[in-house]
């Protein structure tokens, strides 16, 4: 029943954010649902990234579940990086703006990373997990490097 409800929210998330960018109506509420987008994300990933790095035991079902959770989430907070955006309570360096098609490379990236975790975690086995887990954490310190203000 957990697992259904952590799917069903993540699935009427993805639904919501097709239309994000429309939704917004202050910048403020877009740097809002992406960092709300990014955090759930990185609370689920962290989790994988526990078990691989060996911090907490491994649990194949958990790992399944948050990597999924960590993949469906990685889609959305990109409808939220519009106009407007770049200022006030956030950390997004002016480089997404002025750098778009890199910013949108690195976040195609770590989707793409995201969804092979989550391929891996499917398997069952700790050790593909962690084969998967190392280049989905590069791919997010790449963009935090070049993009995130600390």
Request: glycine content about 6%.
């Amino acid at each position: 029943m957990k697992q259904s409800m952590s799917i069903l929210g993540a699935l009427l998330a993805i639904t919501l954010s097709v239309p994000a960018q429309a939704q917004f109506a202050k910048p403020e509420d877009a740097i809002k649902y992406r960092k709300a987008s990014l955090n759930v994300m990185a609370a689920h990933f962290g989790r994988v990234g526990a078990m691989a790095n060996g911090r907490v035991p491994y649990d194949a079902k958990a790992a399944q579940e948050n990597a999924e959770i960590a993949a469906v989430m990685a889609k959305l907070p990109w409808a939220a990086f519009g106009e407007g955006t770049d200022k006030g309570d956030t950390r997004a360096k002016p480089e997404i703006w002025k750098e778009a098609a890199k910013y949108k490379e690195a976040s195609d990236k770590m989707q793409a990373e995201m969804v092979k975790l989550n391929t891996a975690a499917k398997a069952g086995n700790i050790d593909a997990l962690k084969v998967a887990f190392g280049p989905a954490a590069a791919s997010c310190k790449a963009c935090h490097d070049a993009f995130r203000k600390d």
